[in-house]
């Protein structure tokens, strides 16, 4: 069993940053894959990054290339998402996950509760 808490979600401008943490419990962590994906309103859950066990690999959803990195520190049993240069369209409610690589919702197998991030313009 994995539990995954997020936070770091909040109301920023656009053009601003934020940093999603994701801190987990149990100790196969570092066994998983780890995505972040995000769901707006009215809208299904889409995948944003992820990033494998060892974190040598990772991959982006084009709409956030460049601008999001995903990282991982499995010492501290937990996985990051850096948002710089945010635009509207970014606002969503974020959730962590933990699973086999993927950029489909069905390869995670343990979902945390998800932080809101908004964005202005």
């Known amino acids: 069993q994995v539990q995954l808490v997020e936070s770091g979600g909040g109301l920023v401008q656009a053009g601003g940053s934020l940093r999603l943490s994701c801190a987990a419990s149990?100790?196969?962590?570092?066994?998983?894959?780890m995505a972040w994906f995000r769901q707006a309103p009215g809208k299904e859950r889409e995948f944003v990054a992820a990033?494998?066990?060892?974190?040598?690999?990772?991959n982006y959803a084009d709409s956030v290339k460049g601008r999001f990195t995903i990282s991982r520190d499995n010492a501290k049993n937990t996985v990051y998402l850096q948002m710089n240069s945010l635009k509207p369209e970014d606002t969503a409610v974020y959730y962590c996950?933990?699973?086999?690589?993927?950029?489909?919702?069905?390869?995670?197998?343990?979902w945390g509760q998800g932080t809101q991030v908004t964005v202005s313009s």
């Open positions: 996950a933990a699973g086999l690589l993927g950029t489909t919702p069905s390869r995670y197998t343990y």
């Open positions: 149990g100790r196969t962590f570092s066994s998983y894959a």
């Open positions: 990033i494998s066990w060892s974190g040598s690999s990772t």
